[in-house]
């Protein structure tokens, strides 16, 4: 006899064989499995630091040292390595069932795992730059300075190139998002809560223009209609899901 997530996983394998343009939107629940705590669960780090004494651009340029608490927990994760999930995707890229990632995430994971259409949607903290002069850093020159890193060219205050709650997502992400999107007619969204928008808005835009929904995560949050709701582990989920699909 079937399970039911198991009835589940086919129907998704027939949507995902079945699709002409498939596409996905991940969280931060796509790297937990990697040792990264995610932001809304028990113990992410929104309950660790209030989002908006640590997270905006206005509290990181009244008070640089103490944003960086909450940074310095960021930029330790640069030696987390992908997990089953994230080699999966970057399998069924691959093999041409995946047109690309809009991901949330700033660990570079996907990339890491060997997905090559990945947006950053909230930028990366691969780089930083300088909030006076606009020079470029990459993560490795940063992370060898002292606390309160500065630029070596003017020495005002270097900014990770990720995307506080006050600014805009970069232009180029969003205009890559709208080509990933235009023709989608599915949309994985796996391990993110649906919190923040715009990100948020992804699946209602794919569902308007006709396109389907797989949910992944462990306690199922999407909340806009019909969706295939795969409940668990990302990691296995995907290691399922690729197994089927690549048969
Ligand atoms: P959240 O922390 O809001 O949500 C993570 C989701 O992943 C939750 O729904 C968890 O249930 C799920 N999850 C955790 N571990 C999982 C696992 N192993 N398998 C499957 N699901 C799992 O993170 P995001 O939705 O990514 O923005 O948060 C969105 C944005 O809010 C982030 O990009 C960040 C944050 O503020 C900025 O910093 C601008």
Redesign the pocket.
């Known amino acids: 006899m079937r399970t039911v997530l198991t009835d589940l996983l086919s129907e998704a394998v027939s949507l995902l064989k079945k699709s002409r343009k498939t596409i996905a939107l ?5 790297s ?2 990697s040792g990264i705590p ?4 028990k113990g ?3 309950s660790r630091f209030d ?1 908006m004494e640590y ?1 905006t651009l206005g509290a990181f340029k009244r008070d640089p040292g103490k944003v960086w608490q909450m940074l310095t927990e960021l930029v330790s994760i640069i030696d987390a390595e992908p997990n089953i ?1 994230h080699l999966s995707m970057a399998e069924m890229e691959k093999a041409g069932f995946l047109a690309g990632i809009i991901t ?3 660990d570079s994971l996907h990339q890491k795992a060997g997905s090559k259409n990945v947006v950053e ?2 930028g990366s903290l691969d780089s930083f730059t300088c909030l006076y002069c606009d020079s470029s850093y990459p993560l490795a020159a940063v992370s060898q300075q002292d606390m309160l890193p500065t630029c070596t060219q003017c020495q005002a205050l270097l900014k990770p190139d ?4 006050d600014e805009q997502i970069p232009p180029a992400a969003f205009s890559q998002t709208y080509d990933l999107i235009h023709g989608a007619d599915l949309l994985i969204v ?7 928008v715009p ?1 948020a808005t992804i699946p209602s835009t794919v569902q308007a223009q006709g396109g389907k929904i797989i949910e ?4 199922p ?1 999407f909340r806009g209609g019909e969706a295939i709701v795969l409940q ?4 296995e ?1 995907m290691e399922q899901l690729q197994a089927v699909l690549l048969l």
């Open positions: 991940t969280g931060a629940g796509v937990t499995e995610d932001f809304r669960s992410g780090l929104w989002p997270g999930g949330q995430n700033i949607f909230h990720i995307v506080f709650f796996a391990g993110t809560s649906c919190q923040v990100a992944i995560n462990l306690e949050v668990g582990k990302f990691s989920i």
